[in-house]
Structure formats: structure tokens, C-alpha cells
């Protein structure tokens, strides 16, 4: 049995069970909101975990999906919430949540799991160091609290972008969603800041010719080509999307000697899958971003045609089994 543990409405999720099934695969999935909306059953005297009507026996799953799980400052209880509770125990109740889903983990310790939940939660800035050491270009990166030392770093790059350590945060205003995005830091954005500010990443602004999303999965890459130059909305960053005017997306073959120190580096900070950011410059030189663990695919695939949630399928099916004798994914 394979078990997905995904969010309600997650279209790649969606896309690989059906695929599953097609295949001969059994499956089985619990969004994250199941555990607020569903009786659970997560108890320390027993195996198997109890969610709404299912009834999951750790013995019987093979492999484990970790797609996309958690978001409680999402849910509609949260959203509640934020009408009579302060700001910190809004934080300890996310804390809380994340815990439980923590739990999961646990009971499911001897199954494969495609995207570990312990792995997922990395410095953007440890990342492009350890990149670099492999040997893959990277764009000079600081981080800075201070106008000055800003104002220094503006003067050497010319041209700074920033953005965040973490994971952009996306915040949901009634029916409306904000985003964070890659920002170019501006003169007039300079002007408005005070002495001292919050720590931030800011790196020099590469120039390019396209960017590149890397799908990768368990040891082999799926390149796309973003024509994200072609428009001046896209061309900072390439997710702030003109639904107007569309990025091109084009299959491309990275160099070998690229794949090869991404394939490194994602198994240095033991991921099996992920999508990787890359910027191709005028130079024709190679400029590494960073890793999404769990970032989205369905781009890549339906854009490039190269069948990738059939592939996590077979994949999935593959190590429930336990009869890889052949690796078709």
C-alpha cells in the first residue's frame, strides 16, 4: 500500500493516484486538514493510525509520499483563530500542528519515503555554500542588517536582488493571496530603509538568457527552459506570472558535468526529489539558485512531455512492492 500525504486540491497528487490505480497500485492519501476536520487516532499503544474511516496499518504500507503537508495558518481554523488570539499563540498553535505531523513520521519509519519531511527544511544560504563547494557557480550572496553596509554592497554588485532564507511566505487575506517574490533592491528602496533592519539575503543580479527548472528524481534530472526574459514581469523572477503574455517553456538537456554535481549535491542533503532553480547567463555559464523539496512539477511535465507523475507512479508502486528489478521510472 502506498500512503500520500498531500493537501486537499493538489493536482499532482490527483494526477499519480489516478496513475497508481491505472498501474495495478493500491494507494491511499490524508490531506493535512483531515487532522483537523476527522476523528484521528494517533496513540502510543497502538500500531495503526485512524483518520476519519480509514484505519492504516504501518505494516502494510510500502511507501510513503510526502507531497505537500502541514499549512496549518491556511486552514479555516486558523483563519478563525486570528479574530480573538493574539499573534503568539497563533505561532504556538502552528507549532502544535506541525508536531502532530511530525508524528506521522514515527509510525511509518520502516516504509520508503519519496520526499523525507526531516530533509525538507533548508537554508537557502548553506545551500548555495555547499552548491558551490561542488563546484557549481553560484551569485555572490550576503546577508546584511544594516543600511550601510548595503549601501557598500550596491556599489560593488550594481545590481542586488533579495530574497528570503527560508520559504517565501504566502499570506491569505480573505479571498485574497500575497506572495513573496525575488525583488530587485532599487535606489528608491534604499532611500526608505532605516539604519538597522531585519537580516536579509541579498545576492547580485545575474544576468540571463533563460531560467531553468530542474525536475529531479532519484538520481535523474527533467531540464525546462524558461523564456522568463521575454517579459518584463517575469524577467526578476520568472513566478510572477503574466497570465497575459506566457513564458515559453522548452525541454532542454543540461550538460552532463551540471547533472552530475546536482545529482551530488542533492545526495549530500539526502533528497530523492526536489526542483532545482538555475539561471543560463549571455555567457553561456551555468548560475545555481536553489532547491525546492517539494516543489511543484506539473510545469515541467506537461510542458516538456516527459511523463514525470507517471514516472512517481511506477516509482511509488516500485518500492511498495519491493520489486525493482528493473528501474522504469
Excluded at 483518520?51 to 479555516?76: C, L, M, T
Aim: charged share 25%.
Amino acid at each position: 500500500m502506498i500512503l500520500i500525504l498531500s493537501n486537499h486540491g493538489d493536482y499532482s497528487s490527483d494526477i499519480v493516484m489516478d496513475h497508481i490505480r491505472m498501474l495495478g497500485g493500491d494507494c491511499q492519501r490524508i490531506n493535512s486538514f483531515d487532522i483537523l476536520n476527522k476523528p484521528i487516532n494517533l496513540s502510543l499503544n497502538n500500531d495503526f493510525v485512524s483518520i476519519g474511516e480509514k484505519i492504516i496499518d504501518p505494516d502494510n504500507i510500502g511507501a510513503v509520499w510526502f507531497r505537500k503537508f502541514g499549512f496549518f495558518r491556511r486552514s479555516q481554523q486558523a483563519l478563525n483563530h486570528r479574530k480573538f488570539l493574539e499573534p503568539t499563540a497563533q505561532s504556538y498553535m502552528a507549532t502544535e500542528f506541525s508536531k502532530v505531523i511530525g508524528v506521522f513520521e514515527n509510525y511509518f519509519s520502516n516504509s520508503f519515503w519519496l520526499t523525507n519531511p526531516n530533509r525538507i527544511l533548508l537554508n537557502k544560504f548553506l545551500v548555495l555554500k555547499r552548491a558551490q563547494l561542488l563546484g557549481l557557480l553560484i551569485p555572490p550572496t550576503y546577508i546584511v542588517n544594516n543600511l550601510q553596509e548595503l549601501i557598500n554592497i550596491k556599489k560593488k554588485e550594481l545590481r542586488l536582488i533579495s530574497k528570503s532564507i527560508y520559504d517565501p511566505l504566502i499570506i491569505q487575506l480573505g479571498r485574497e493571496s500575497y506572495s513573496m517574490y525575488t525583488t530587485e533592491i532599487k535606489e528608491e528602496d534604499v532611500l526608505k530603509l532605516p539604519n538597522f533592519f531585519l537580516p536579509s539575503m541579498v545576492q547580485k543580479a545575474i544576468p540571463k538568457q533563460f531560467e531553468l527548472r530542474v525536475f529531479y528524481l532519484m538520481g535523474k534530472c527533467y531540464s525546462m527552459a524558461i523564456m522568463s526574459q521575454e517579459d518584463k514581469e517575469t524577467s526578476v523572477d520568472y513566478r510572477k506570472y503574466n497570465f497575459k503574455n506566457p513564458n515559453r517553456f522548452l525541454p532542454y538537456d543540461l550538460p552532463n558535468d551540471i547533472e552530475q554535481k546536482i545529482i551530488r549535491l542533492m545526495n549530500e542533503l539526502s533528497l530523492n526529489t526536489g526542483s532545482i532553480d538555475l539561471i543560463l547567463t549571455p555567457d553561456n555559464e551555468y548560475v545555481f539558485l536553489e532547491v525546492n523539496p517539494t516543489g511543484q512539477f506539473g510545469m515541467v511535465d506537461y510542458s516538456c512531455n516527459y511523463g514525470l507523475h507517471e514516472k512517481v507512479a511506477k516509482l511509488l508502486i516500485c518500492e511498495d512492492k519491493k520489486k525493482c528489478y528493473e528501474k522504469s521510472y
